[in-house]
């Protein structure tokens, strides 16, 4: 028998279901997990503050609430806000050295030091960034509905102006969605004391840097294509494709390169990265949600590509156990840059000629590796809940074939992180 | 691309297609708790897709959107 609409169906009968625990008080907790039905003019509010510091590097506090209402039965929008505030010191891309070493700030103003043998740090990162999401839910037909998305965000020196769209189709008995998707970008890059000509000296304090502007635009787009499917009543798995071709400024207008003596390996002075002006960006996206009697596994598996070279496999696993209401969910994430960018190098060496540069440790090969656990306890109407996990960057610290002195440097220093997270959500 | 890599995914989805029971409507008790959602959690998602963008060069694959930031 076709049923007409399965959806409302389903909703009736997850009200009868959740009607039918609150009947019994010994499986109060069990009504937690259940979601509740959408009724139209109702309200959920979901919060959120990240704390995350890098060990002697950045530090950030970003709180985040998304509201959503539901319109209708089926219909509803979201809308959430995010602020994101930056501090502390990045590492600028220059190498470390046996002597110290002065360098000048983006803007031009001042001069930071380096002590000797110590991965340069640029210590005048300061940002503020403000971010609005919008989400427009809304049906076509009985089995597929689309997804409006749009958002805005600004920083001091970036500002980013997006929105797409997300059709899915549920086949099958509503046992299999198909799921396509497009989203467009345009970002804005301002950066403080201007768009540093690629490759151009970095010039001694108070000497002004060549510029080649004031601003620069990128554009960046995203196709997805996924499938969802019900493997039995307690298994749900996924598959996406999504591609993401971007062009325009893709250099990051604060990163230096050393370039250095090819025999002592003592940088001799510093430039300007420069990357291409396209990029492929490709994954391959599998996750599976498997439930053991009141716990879930959840588990996925992403294979990253793109035409700068650089590929990735990244592996989330998390636990939810549940503890008879609150819930304990251990988190592991390992993610491997298997192949950095062929344009990644961590220093050039004099009178070596290439086309891109960038000494950029993200393009790097390297490692990740993520732990952690949250607790979550249901509230009134919602949940409360804390996280707590620390994040360990790794690379290589001695490259091969390095000259001279940046034999003995460490020119990939772990990044160590800890990631605290409190959220609150509740209905009304 | 390993094409190994897109021979095991490619696997991976038509067995789990082939192999996978027509759950009912009224079977769907466990799917329809909110642990089971895909993105039950979606600021978890977002402050998480915002940290590893800001600190690897691998991205994508949850969703489209995102980034949207300097993150030098």
């Known amino acids: 028998m076709q049923l007409k609409k399965p959806e409302s169906i389903l909703r009736a009968l997850a009200a009868a279901t959740c009607g ?22 109702q309200w959920e509010v979901e919060s959120a503050i990240l704390f995350y510091s890098e ?16 319109l ?23 190498v470390p050295s046996t002597t110290p070493q002065t360098f000048t700030s983006p803007s031009g103003n001042q001069t930071y030091n380096t002590p000797a043998n110590t991965i340069p740090l640029d210590p005048t990162f300061l940002d503020t960034r403000v971010a609005l999401t919008f ?6 037909g009985a089995e597929r509905r689309i997804v ?7 920083e001091y020196d970036y500002t980013s102006i997006g929105a797409g769209a997300t059709v899915s189709q549920d086949f099958n008995n509503r046992n299999t969605t198909l799921t396509a998707g497009l989203s467009y970008d345009a970002d804005q890059v301002e950066p403080v004391g201007g768009v540093p000509l690629g490759f151009a000296t970095q010039p001694a304090f108070p000497g002004v840097k060549t510029t080649a502007g004031t601003s620069e635009n990128k554009t960046v787009f995203d196709v997805l294509l996924g499938v969802t499917q019900v493997v039995n009543r307690t298994t749900l798995m996924q598959f996406n494709y999504t591609h993401g071709p971007d062009s325009g400024y893709l250099t990051d207008p604060y990163k230096l390169v050393s370039v250095v003596d090819a025999v002592s390996g003592i940088p001799l002075q510093t430039i300007y990265e420069k990357r291409p002006e396209d990029r492929a960006r490709n994954a391959l996206y599998w996750r599976t949600l498997k439930a053991f009697d009141r716990d879930v596994l959840n588990v996925s598996y992403r294979y990253y590509w793109d035409d700068w070279g650089v590929k990735g496999h990244t592996v989330d696993l998390r636990y939810r156990r549940d503890l008879g209401g609150s819930y304990l969910e251990p988190h592991l994430r390992f993610s491997q840059q298997a192949s950095a960018a062929d344009f990644y190098r961590p220093f050039l060496r004099a009178g070596e000629s290439t086309q891109f540069a960038s000494a950029d440790y993200r393009l790097a090969k390297m490692s990740t590796v993520t732990a952690g656990v949250k607790y979550a306890i249901p509230a009134k109407t919602g949940e409360f809940s804390a996280r707590l996990e620390y994040m360990l960057q790794t690379g290589e610290d001695h490259p091969a074939g390095a000259p001279g002195q940046l034999a003995g440097q460490d020119l990939f220093p772990d990044t160590k992180a800890v990631i605290v997270q409190f959220s609150y959500s509740f209905g009304w | 691309m390993n094409p190994l890599i897109i021979a095991a995914l ?63």
């Not at chain 1, 039918?20 to 003019?41: D, I, N, S, Y």
């Not at chain 1, 809308?79 to 220059?94: C, E, H, R, Y």
């Not at chain 1, 989400?135 to 076509?140: A, F």
């Open chain 1, 20 to 41: 039918l625990f609150a009947a019994a008080p010994v499986a109060q907790a069990q009504v937690q997990t259940l979601p509740r039905p959408a009724q139209p003019g």
């Open chain 1, 148 to 154: 409006y998305t749009g958002h805005a965000s600004k």
């Open chain 1, 55 to 70: 060990q002697d590097r950045v530090t950030a506090i970003e709180p985040v609430v998304r509201m959503k209402k539901q």
């Open chain 1, 72 to 94: 209708s039965e089926d219909e509803d929008i979201a809308i959430k806000l995010v602020v994101d505030s930056l501090t502390g010191s990045s590492p600028s891309g220059a």
């Open chain 2, 10 to 72: 490619l696997c991976a989805a038509l067995l789990s297609s082939c192999a996978s029971e027509r759950v009912q409507p009224w079977e769907r008790d466990v799917l329809a708790r909110k642990s089971m959602q895909l993105d039950a959690y979606p600021l978890d998602t977002y402050l998480d897709e915002h940290i590893y963008y800001s600190k690897e060069s691998a991205t994508g694959g949850q969703g489209i959107g995102g980034g949207g930031c300097g993150c030098n």
């Open chain 1, 135 to 140: 989400d427009w839910t809304r049906p076509l």
